[in-house]
C-alpha cells in the first residue's frame, strides 16, 4: 500500500443462526432440499441484497450446508466466512438466499471493512489515547477491556452489546469513553466508580474521547472567562465552586453522576 499501511479483510455483513433444528426450519418455512443458514441481523450496507430472515444458501456459487459450513478441498470443511474473509476489499460476492418460497441470486455487492465501535487490538485496530479530566482518567471502551479482572459484569455486557450494532446504527457515537481510574485526590473524595461508561458531559451525549476533550476545554475557556471577570478583591482568596458556579457534571451508565468543581478540576491537572 505504498507504505500507507494495509487493507484488511471485508467484514462479515451479517449475523447468523444454523438452520439444523427442525423447528426453526418449519418456522422459517424451509423446505428439506434447501440448506443454508438463518441471518439474523443484516448491515444496513448490505440491505440492497440481504435481507433479515432471509436463509443464506450460497456465496459465489458455493453452496452452504445447515450448519455453516463449506466444502474447501475434498471432504475437508470449513465455516463459510473463510469465502468472505478471503476477498479483498472491494471484490465483488454474489449471494444466493431462499426468500419467500424461492432462491434469489442476488446482484454482485462490494464487501467492506466495518470497524467494531469497541476496537479489539491496541496499536493495530486503534491507537492508544487518554484525557485527564481533574483526578478522572478517561479512556475509549475497547474490546481488550473485557479480559482485565477489575472489568465488571456489567461493563462486558455493554461491550458485548455495542459491538453487535452496525455502522450507522450507533445513536451518533464514534466510540464509547470509559471512565477507567478515579485517582485518589481532594477534588474525588467519595466517588469511587472506576470502570464506567460515560453517557454525557453537562447534559450532553457523548460521542467520543475527542469530544469529551473538546467540552472540557470549553468549560477550562469558560473558567479563564470567569475569573477575569471576578472583582479584584476576591481574586486573592481562595476560589470554591460556588464563587464560578461552573461545574463538571459527567452522567454515567447505570450509576449516579460524578459532579466536580471546574476550576478546582483544572488546578489538579495542573499540580
Same mark, same amino acid.
Given at each position: ?9 471485508? $467484514? ?8 439444523? &433444528? ?21 448491515? *444496513? ?107 465488571? $459484569? ?47 458531559? &453537562?447534559?450532553? *451525549? ?24 471576578? *472583582? ?40
Amino acid at each position: 500500500d505504498g507504505g500507507k499501511g494495509y487493507t484488511l479483510s471485508p $467484514s462479515v455483513p451479517y449475523r447468523w443462526h444454523k438452520m439444523e &433444528n427442525k423447528s426453526l426450519r418449519a418456522a422459517s418455512k424451509v423446505p428439506d432440499n434447501v440448506s443454508g443458514v438463518l441471518l439474523t441481523s443484516v448491515a *444496513p450496507s448490505l440491505n440492497s441484497a440481504l435481507r433479515e430472515k432471509d436463509v443464506l444458501t450460497a456465496i459465489d456459487g458455493r453452496r452452504i450446508s445447515d450448519d455453516g459450513q463449506i466444502s474447501l478441498r475434498g471432504n475437508e470443511l470449513i465455516q463459510h466466512r473463510y469465502l468472505l474473509r478471503n476477498k479483498r476489499i472491494g471484490e465483488k460476492t454474489v449471494f444466493t438466499v431462499f426468500r419467500d418460497g424461492e432462491q434469489i441470486e442476488c446482484a454482485p455487492v462490494e464487501l467492506h471493512d466495518m470497524t467494531p465501535i469497541c476496537p479489539r487490538w491496541p496499536d493495530v485496530d486503534y491507537m492508544p489515547e487518554y484525557v485527564i479530566l481533574g483526578a478522572l482518567a478517561l479512556v475509549p471502551l475497547a474490546q481488550g477491556h473485557h479480559w482485565y479482572k477489575e472489568c465488571p $459484569s456489567e461493563l462486558k455486557a455493554t461491550i458485548d452489546r455495542w459491538n453487535k450494532r452496525w455502522p450507522g446504527n450507533r445513536d451518533g457515537r464514534e466510540q464509547l469513553v470509559l471512565l477507567v481510574t478515579v485517582f485518589a485526590h481532594e477534588l474525588t473524595f467519595g466517588y469511587n466508580r472506576g470502570w464506567r461508561v460515560v453517557e454525557s458531559f &453537562n447534559g450532553t *451525549p457523548v460521542t467520543s474521547l475527542r469530544h469529551v476533550r473538546d467540552l472540557w476545554h470549553e468549560t477550562r475557556d469558560r473558567v479563564d472567562v470567569a475569573l477575569k471577570a471576578l *472583582p479584584a478583591a476576591s481574586t486573592g482568596k481562595k476560589l470554591r465552586g460556588e464563587d464560578l458556579d461552573i461545574f463538571v457534571r459527567l452522567g454515567l451508565q447505570n450509576d449516579d453522576d460524578i459532579v466536580l468543581d471546574a476550576w478546582a478540576a483544572r488546578e489538579a491537572e495542573a499540580s
